[in-house]
Every structure is written in structure tokens, then in C-alpha cells.
């Protein structure tokens, strides 16, 4: 089932020679393969990426290389070679020296890779231990490089903090500080940029283009995102349900695909600018990846109501201490969030953008008081959040659900799915416990899983199935307001499609608020009635999805759009100029007085701080 396009021959010995991989699972005792007769090569200082949905076999492919599966239930076949090795012929002790060293991986979920009980430095500083003869005072300064390398901000200081404390971004950039602290032959990138936002991702993408110059680092870059494979790919591979469909030079693949699947993944990813003939959110076409044909994309009719907003939110505020010395001074505060305001009304989508730690999860997180605000006030449904006792806060969160980033941590990994997503109908008193099977059931349909998939548990899932079980979850109590948080960041393009037209369907239907919280700039652009752009806790720029991104006039705003992947392989080997700019901190000391920021009106309610 595969279709081979020419592809320039290349001299050199390749780093990583792939040949008929089948990797099975035992399955009630029968051996299930997921995937099948997979051949490629990577040559040196070349880059090739695997692109599919969520559970084509991405990235079991990538843990079938590294020999990181369950050696009593998997079964791995065929030839990997690495350096004239065969890496399925190596015993244990041997692999070990590999990983991490000759190939290292990066991983889709940094906090299941993180380990929780010692600091990110420490963490970084053991690979370089493990694998370089250097001192701990060198591998401690390496780290810090690392770290700065990979744009954390206050690098130094943040050596002793643990993952806890950073932002799902910020852990990303912490694998990947971790993987390449060895200056490996192979970097293995399974997802690498799905976390981070658009800057951060153009940034760690130019970091890898100059590491291969530097070091003739090759990559597999393992993704759904068909704009990075565009900018990034040499040559990719195409993945469908375990088997290799097409595979070719990466231009090829994008003005000449074949194969209907091929077809199918280009038309649903969304373009930037493509929604300037359109006032309201846009629905995906649906594709078909059968036979790649795909319906036209119908604009979502207007349901936003022009009464008392469904949401207020005014002047919220939150700091978050830091102790330092001896004996714990306060010695500064960060300044997660800064005066914020705005509303939401029912049927609207309202979208939160902006960098990695800007603010936008602490926004939604101090509306749902899972933080606690320093100031400002919420009003809910006319209700004032802030105020509420715990019997409160309980019928609260029944109209305003969050869909949280992190899918694995906000699952419980001892329920299964369907448990997880049946548990607050009933804890609401929603219905019986046949009702919560019943509405499990439609929920899983409605977000492309099966209901038959209800009895497994999280970890038997992917990254991307395990964010549209948290969906399902959410949407089960039918609630009026649902905070976003990234919630199709984990998504391949056609599933993420498929759970936005939902979302789409969803407010329509339901006159549902969403109040977005993402670093896609076109999926924000696609879904949005009024964007807020977030710059170091505070809004920058906000107003109607038109005005702000056909007319933005905060040059943070104009720095996120020119950061935007762009599906055309032509230029995948521009670098962006924002690569080398220093990310600000939102440190401050102890008595930094805040100003009172000015707004200026562009146009009607299009509103950009002075500065």
C-alpha cells in the first residue's frame, strides 16, 4: 500500500536505515501489529519527518528505534540500523549508551518525562553526566547554556526550580534542552513543538536548522502539523493506520501528493489571512481519507447574544511569591497576571493568545478559582466568583468547565475512560448511572473515539485520543462557559478539525461561551469572534477577529502572525530574525508599582495599550 515518489539520491551512508519494521502488541494473547513494513533512511544532516493522525503509528515508530517498549508485550521486526549497528541486535547494557547519547529523543508530554522530585537543572545535568567526563560545577554552567539556548527566561535562576513550577511550554523547552545536551547523531522530535507557541516554536525550529549546520545533527521529526513539515522537512513520510502510503521529497508531497490520505491532511490545515472574506468562525471541511474529496467550509451563524455577557472578568490580578536566602525572604514576585478585563457573552468565542507564560492558563485558572485572584472580580452567570462558598463553587464549576492542557495529568491513570468521563454527571446528579453510560457513550462518538474504547485506561491511549477523552469529560455536564486551555493544541489537523466543527455545533446548538486559550494563530483566527492578545500578564490588543487580524497594531501582535507556520515547503530553509531576542521576565522586585496601562480605540471596540 505504499507510493514511492523519486527522491534525490543521496551518497552518503545514512545515519539511520530503516528497513520492514512491523512493531505487534500482545492483545488478549494474540499479537496485534500496529505497524507495518515501514522502510526509510535518514541521511546525514537531513531531516525527515513522519506525518499522520493521531494513531497511525507515529510515534511507536520512534519508541521502536529507540527500543523503549515493553520488551514482554511488544514485538519489534525487521532492521534498524544506526553507525552499521543493528539496534534490535544490541543487548540491553549496550542500548543504553546509545539512548541519549548517538540518538536522543524529545517527547510529546514533557511532564510524564519530567520527573516531579528533583529540579530541571539536576535533570539536565545528569544526561551530560551520565554520557560527558565533566565536573557537576561544568555540567552546571552547561545546563544554564542549555537553558538559555532553548529561551527559558532567567535561566540561571530557574536552575534549582522543579517542573511544577513552569508552564507547559517551558517544560517542552526543557526536554529539549535535555536532548540535545549531548549533541546526539539522531534527534528523535516526537511532537516536540505541540506545546509551544507559535514564536517559541519558529524559534526551537531555527535552533534545530542551526544545530544540524553546526553539528550535522540529523532529525526525525515526528508530527501532525503540516506547516513545521513544510519549514523543517527534507523528505517525508506519510502514515496511515500502521502503513507507510507515500513517501517523497517534502515539495513533491505538497504540490503533487497521490495518495488520498496525503490530500486529505493538506486541506484541513488551516491558513493564516484565509479568513478575510468571512465575518463569523468558519466551520473545517470535512475530508475523507478514503478518497480525499472533502465538503465546502460553511460559516457558523451567528449566536451571540447581545445581553448581559455570560462572563465578566475585571481587573484580575495574581502574583505568585518567590522566597530566597536562608530564611525564605520574599525577594520578588512574579507578575502572572496584571489587571486583565473583559467580557464573554453567550454564543461567543472569545480567544486568549500570546506566548508560553504569558498568562493566558493562569487567566483561566484564577476564573475557575483553582488559583485564587489577588484582585479584580468575576462575575459568572451573574454570579460573583470570588465570593462563593464551597457549595458554590460546586454548582459554579457545573457552568463554566475547563478542558485542560496537559491530558495525561488531568487524567486519573487507576479509572478507565469512561469512568473519568461519567464521573461528574453523576457527582452533578445529572442522571442514573445508565444516563452517565448513555451520555459516555455519545460524548466518545462526538469527539472520534469509539464507546468501546470506554472500558480502557489512559495510558493505553495517545496523546491525542487522551485530549479528546478530557473534551468528552467536559462537554458531559453541558455547562454554558468552557475554558480552553489548549485543548486541540495535542491534536493531529483532521481530529483537530473534527473537534473544533464540534465545538462549532456545540455552541450553536447549546449557546455555548468558549473562552479559547491557544498558541495557533490560525485556528484562532478560524474559530474566534473577538481575539485578546496577552504580553507578560497583561492584554496588549483586543477586539473583533477581523480588526485584529487584518488591522493589528500592537507589534507583539505583528511578531505572533509573522511567527505562523505557513504550509509552503518553499521556505524551509528560512530562519526567523525573532530567533535572537531576549524573552523579558515577569519577575519583579518586591516594591515595583504597577502603572495604569492606557488604551487607545482603532476602531469600534478594537482596543491597543499605549505604551
Not at 507510493?3 to 551518497?11: D, I, Y
Not at 478575510?276 to 478514503?290: D, S
Not at 473534527?498 to 495557533?520: G, P, T
Request: glycine share 8%; net charge neutral.
Amino acid at each position: 500500500m505504499s507510493t514511492t515518489q523519486a527522491e534525490p539520491v543521496s551518497t552518503a551512508e545514512p545515519v539511520l536505515s530503516v528497513e520492514n519494521l512491523t512493531t505487534s502488541f500482545l492483545v488478549d494473547g494474540e499479537w496485534k501489529s500496529v505497524v507495518r513494513d515501514v522502510s526509510f533512511s535518514v541521511a546525514p544532516g537531513e531531516t525527515v519527518a513522519i506525518v499522520g493522525e493521531s494513531g497511525s503509528g507515529k510515534s511507536v515508530t520512534s519508541l521502536s528505534i529507540m527500543r523503549l517498549l515493553q520488551e514482554d508485550t511488544s514485538r519489534i521486526e525487521g532492521k534498524i540500523m544506526l553507525g552499521g549497528r543493528d539496534l534490535l541486535s544490541l543487548p540491553e547494557h549496550k542500548m543504553r549508551k546509545v539512548r541519549g547519547n548517538e540518538v536522543a529523543m524529545i517527547f510529546q508530554e514533557p511532564m510524564t518525562s519530567l520527573n516531579p522530585l528533583f529540579t530541571i537543572g539536576d535533570q539536565i545535568s545528569e544526561a551530560l553526566l551520565c554520557h560527558k567526563a565533566m565536573s557537576k560545577a561544568q555540567a552546571k554552567a552547561e545546563t544554564i547554556r542549555l537553558l538559555e539556548k532553548v529561551r527559558i527566561p532567567s535561566a540561571a535562576s530557574r536552575f534549582d526550580e522543579y517542573p511544577h513550577r513552569f508552564s507547559g511550554g517551558m517544560r517542552q523547552r526543557v526536554m529539549i534542552a535535555m536532548a540535545l545536551a549531548s549533541k546526539p547523531k539522531l534527534l528523535i522530535a516526537d511532537e516536540p513543538t505541540t506545546a509551544l507557541d507559535v514564536t517559541i516554536q519558529g524559534q526551537i525550529l531555527d535552533l534545530i536548522k542551526m544545530l544540524q549546520e553546526e553539528e550535522g545533527t540529523s532529525v526525525l521529526f515526528i508530527t501532525h502539523d503540516m506547516g513545521v513539515v513544510a519549514e523543517i522537512a527534507d523528505r517525508t513520510v506519510v502514515m496511515y493506520r500502521g502503513e507507510q502510503v507515500e513517501t517523497g521529497a517534502t515539495p513533491d508531497i505538497f504540490h503533487r501528493g497521490r495518495h488520498p490520505y496525503t490530500r486529505a491532511l493538506l486541506s484541513a490545515v488551516p491558513v493564516l489571512g484565509s479568513m478575510r472574506e468571512y465575518e463569523r468562525p468558519l466551520r473545517f471541511p470535512v475530508v475523507n481519507a478514503a478518497t480525499g474529496a472533502s465538503d465546502m467550509p460553511v460559516e457558523v451563524p451567528d449566536t451571540v447574544s447581545k445581553g448581559q455577557p455570560i462572563l465578566e472578568v475585571k481587573n484580575l490580578t495574581k502574583r505568585f511569591d518567590i522566597y530566597s536566602g536562608l530564611f525564605g525572604r520574599l525577594s520578588g514576585r512574579v507578575h502572572a497576571v496584571e489587571d486583565v478585563s473583559f467580557d464573554l457573552h453567550a454564543g461567543e468565542t472569545l480567544s486568549l493568545v500570546g506566548e508560553s507564560g504569558c498568562g493566558k492558563s493562569t487567566t483561566g485558572r484564577a476564573i475557575m478559582r483553582l488559583i485564587e485572584p489577588d484582585g479584580g472580580s468575576v462575575i459568572a452567570d451573574g454570579k460573583d466568583v470570588l465570593g462563593l462558598d464551597k457549595h458554590g463553587m460546586r454548582e459554579m464549576r457545573r457552568t463554566i468547565q475547563m478542558i485542560f492542557q496537559d491530558p495525561f495529568a488531568s487524567l486519573n491513570p487507576r479509572m478507565t475512560v469512561g469512568q473519568a468521563i461519567a464521573e461528574p454527571f453523576l457527582e452533578h446528579r445529572m442522571g442514573t448511572t445508565k444516563e452517565a453510560h448513555e451520555v459516555t457513550a455519545e460524548m466518545l462518538r462526538k469527539v472520534g473515539l469509539s464507546p468501546d474504547m470506554a472500558s480502557r485506561y489512559p495510558h493505553e491511549f495517545s496523546g491525542g485520543q487522551r485530549q479528546r477523552i478530557c473534551i468528552a469529560r467536559a462537554l458531559a455536564l453541558r455547562p454554558k462557559v468552557i475554558v480552553a486551555d489548549e485543548s486541540v493544541s495535542a491534536l493531529d489537523v483532521s481530529i483537530k478539525a473534527q473537534v473544533i466543527n464540534l465545538m462549532l455545533d456545540l455552541q450553536q446548538s447549546l449557546n455555548l461561551a468558549f473562552l479559547f486559550i491557544s498558541h495557533d494563530m490560525a485556528v484562532v483566527e478560524r474559530v474566534s469572534h473577538r481575539v485578546a492578545v496577552m504580553y507578560l500578564g497583561e492584554i496588549v490588543e483586543i477586539g473583533p477577529r477581523a480588526a485584529v487580524f487584518g488591522n493589528p497594531q500592537h507589534e507583539y501582535t505583528k511578531k505572533l502572525m509573522a511567527a505562523v507556520p505557513v504550509p509552503d515547503p518553499d521556505r524551509r530553509r528560512e530562519k526567523r530574525m525573532a530567533a535572537n531576542e531576549e524573552l523579558k521576565s515577569p519577575i519583579r522586585p518586591v516594591d515595583y508599582e504597577v502603572r495604569a496601562r492606557p488604551y487607545r480605540e482603532v476602531s469600534a471596540g478594537h482596543l491597543v495599550a499605549a505604551d
